[in-house]
């Protein structure tokens, strides 16, 4: 329920961070205003005693997180990839929360897999581990199965966790319907859409079932990506519950100084997850939306291994364009062209002025390209582009916050491996790719064979459609003509023919 009983949950929320001492770094890693600093001790402090008291021998806020629940351990884990946002010291303490929390007991994992799959574990499995990794949503065992011999991983869910999760979304789902409330102007960035776009993820992430079929499909695209290994899932073994797949043994991603010691060139490495993860979303439109350190790890051939598929992204085949177009404008500095894609794809309100439009972009990419490699961020960039909306009455796009997210996310990965490291001289080869396969008149040619194939599906219903539609505009309005409807079915009939006879003479020529 998302009544006012909330309240008790966020003032718990604050009390959390105050009595764990987390709330002073919280705001110091933000460089909050004295104001919102002020506000905030003194909303707090007197709750301080309400709070959860957490582990003591955690540091602070990983404390503060782990005790406030799952959600929260959700935002700590995508903090700690942007060190350059918390602060080395910060970032390092959250990084815990990716896969080092407490687990829960062996027997009880035991008895949920046994429920799960309908069998004693003892017939299924010759082996069944301690805990080796536990994160927010599940944890994993090593194991071995009774049948092949073969080495695999069992993830399963935590106990109660959907439940825990219910408790925070109901309260992040109050704080938003509050925010709006008190403040018309926030909603424009949509709070109510963009927690029901987290909560949605969530719900997917944990059922398991969907989980294995995520790694399957990511397993198909990425097959042929060099340096890149996606585990398969075994979906004879796999329950809302629990997910079995094959077994990878690699150094853990955020364990640099162990990468280095083994020989493998961090820069490369770096490069390489962001330009997979570029063309991932770019290529296929398929994408891991959660691809922090503790998903990742470095084999001994130094592929990249990647893990948890519970959150991926998807975006369609004309949003992907126009995001391709809108970084390859930065990148060459086009901010009209940039300022155009915005238009066109409807994200910039048409009553807008494209040039002056351009112009901010211009004032938002200029400063960003005048620094060193170290300093050049996309989070920075999407940070001064959040400025530059609230003057164009731009609306916050749910569909693309696990693109921008995930790409914010891979750039702190990426730059922990190598910290020197130029997102935009690494992104551009891969964004020109895509661009010259995509944009263009070889693009055009391909789009109407499309069109034209979805038209020769359809052929055989359009004379009836059309008789249709002529017959019921001619019985409202038999003294007008032509009919209202006609030109636009005129139109749409005679775009699907030259579409057909464009094709039909592609296919003849080639």
């Not at 049948?147 to 408790?167: D, Q, W």
């Not at 909306?389 to 730059?415: H, K, N």
């Not at 359009?462 to 019985?475: A, D, I, Y």
Request: charged fraction near 25%; hydrophobic fraction near 45%; proline fraction near 5%.
């Amino acid at each position: 329920m998302r009544g006012p009983h909330n309240i008790w949950r966020l003032i718990r929320t604050g009390a959390t961070l105050e009595r764990t001492g987390a709330m002073k770094i919280v705001l110091d890693a933000y460089k909050a205003p004295t104001a919102l600093r002020v506000a905030a001790r003194v909303l707090g402090w007197p709750f301080k005693w309400l709070g959860h008291k957490g582990d003591p021998s955690m540091p602070a806020a990983t404390r503060a997180l782990t005790a406030l629940g799952p959600a929260y351990i959700k935002f700590g884990q995508v903090l700690s990839t942007r060190p350059d946002v918390v602060g080395d010291e910060l970032a390092l303490q959250l990084r815990v929360l990716q896969d080092k929390l407490p687990p829960f007991s062996r027997d009880v994992a035991m008895e949920m897999v046994a429920a799960s799959l309908g069998a004693p574990v003892d017939e299924m499995f010759s082996e069944f581990s301690e805990p080796v990794a536990a994160a927010s949503i599940a944890q994993v065992h090593h194991a071995r199965l009774t049948t092949t011999g073969e080495e695999v991983a069992i993830k399963v869910l935590r106990p109660r966790v959907e439940k825990a999760f219910r408790k925070d979304i109901d309260a992040f789902y109050f704080a938003a319907s509050l925010i709006e409330f008190l403040s018309p102007a926030s909603r424009r960035l949509r709070p109510t859409e963009v927690i029901a776009h987290f909560d949605g993820v969530v719900r997917g992430e944990l059922d398991l079932r969907l989980e294995a079929a995520a790694a399957g499909e990511y397993a198909a695209n990425t097959k042929n990506d060099q340096g890149f290994v996606v585990p398969g899932a075994n979906f004879g073994l796999s329950a809302r519950q629990v997910m079995v797949m094959d077994w990878a043994e690699g150094i853990p991603f955020g364990d640099v100084s162990a990468v280095e010691a083994a020989g493998h060139d961090r820069r490369a490495l770096g490069e390489r997850v962001l330009q997979l993860f570029l063309r991932h979303a770019l290529n296929d439109g398929y994408f891991h939306a959660d691809m922090h350190q503790g998903n990742l790890k470095v084999s001994a051939a130094g592929d990249i291994i990647a893990y948890d598929f519970g959150i991926m992204g998807r975006i369609d085949e004309y949003t992907r364009r126009a995001y391709a177009e809108i970084l390859m404008g930065f990148m060459r500095k086009d901010y009209r062209r940039v300022a155009e894609v915005h238009f066109e794809a409807g994200y910039v309100p048409a009553d807008q002025d494209v040039d002056e439009f351009a112009q901010a972009l211009r004032a938002v990419g200029e400063p960003i390209f005048g620094m060193d490699a170290s300093q050049i961020s996309m989070a920075r960039l999407l940070n001064y582009l959040f400025e530059v909306t609230e003057r164009f009455g731009m609306e916050t796009r749910t569909d693309l916050i696990l693109l921008q997210r995930t790409m914010v996310v891979v750039e702190g990965v990426a730059r922990s491996m190598h910290p020197q490291i130029n997102i935009w001289e690494v992104a551009q080869p891969v964004v020109e790719a895509y661009i010259r396969k995509n944009v263009g008149p070889a693009a055009a040619l391909q789009d109407l064979l499309k069109t034209a194939t979805v038209v020769s599906r359809f052929g055989p219903k359009l004379p009836g459609l059309v008789e249709e539609l002529l017959s019921r505009q001619s019985s409202t309005d038999q003294n007008q003509y032509p009919p209202k409807g006609a030109p636009k079915i005129l139109y749409v009939l005679l775009a699907a023919v030259l579409a057909s006879n464009v094709a039909l003479i592609w296919l003849l020529a080639s």
